[in-house]
C-alpha cells in the first residue's frame, strides 16, 4: 500500500514479504550502533519484528516506519516513517538507510514528504524526532528539514540520553 510519493522514491507499508530487506538493514552496523540492536538476526526474527512492530504501529496508530523504494527499479534503500513511542508524548519521524544509497538526498526526500503526509493527511501539529548526539549525518538532516534542538530525552531503558529535535508547522 503506497502512502506517499516524491520525485525519486516511493513509501509504502512494509509487510512480512520484506523480512530479507528487513534483515539487512537492522544488521547494518551503523544502524546497530544509532538505532539500536532489534535482535533480529533470522528472517524469522524480522518477521517477528515486522509484525510487532511497524505492522502493529499502522493497525494501532494509521502510521508507522514505511519501507522507502526507488522509483528506478524498484529497489528497496531504507525506511522512514512516523513513530509512536509509549516514552514520547509526541509522534517522532524515523529513518535508517542501507550504506549505498545515504548522502544522496533520499533521507531529506523522504523524511520532508513523511512530514507533509503527518502534517496535511494525519493532522500532526507537532512532530519530533530523537537522535543520539553523535549521530551527525541524522542531526545534519533533522537540521535541514527545519527541525530544532530542544532538549535532552531518555527514550530507552538503556539510560542513554538523546537529543529531541522539534517541528513546528
Ligand atoms: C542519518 C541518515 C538517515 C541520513 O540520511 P541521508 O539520506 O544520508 O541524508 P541526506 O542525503 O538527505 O542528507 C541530509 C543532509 O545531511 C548531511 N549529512 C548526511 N549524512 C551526513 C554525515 N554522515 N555527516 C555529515 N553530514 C551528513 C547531508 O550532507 C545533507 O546536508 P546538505 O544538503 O547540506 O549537504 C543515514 O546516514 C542513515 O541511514 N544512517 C544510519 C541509520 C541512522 O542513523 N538513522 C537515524 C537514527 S536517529
Redo the contacts with the bound molecule.
Sequence with gaps: MKVVETERLILCRLSVGDAAFILELLN?P??LR??GDKGVRTLDDARRYLLSGPIASYQRHGFGLYLTKLKDGDISI?ICGLLKRESLDDVDV????LPP?????????SASAVIGHGRAVLGLDRIV????PD????I??LE?LGLHFERMVKVSDDGQECKLFVSHP
Aim: proline share 0%; net charge positive.
Design positions: 547494518d551503523a544502524f544509532f538505532v531504507g524515523g529513518f535508517a538507510f544509497f545515504r548522502r544522496q538526498g533520499y533521507g531529506f526526500e524526532a530523537v537522535t543520539q549521530n551527525v549525518g541524522s545534519h538532516l535541514k
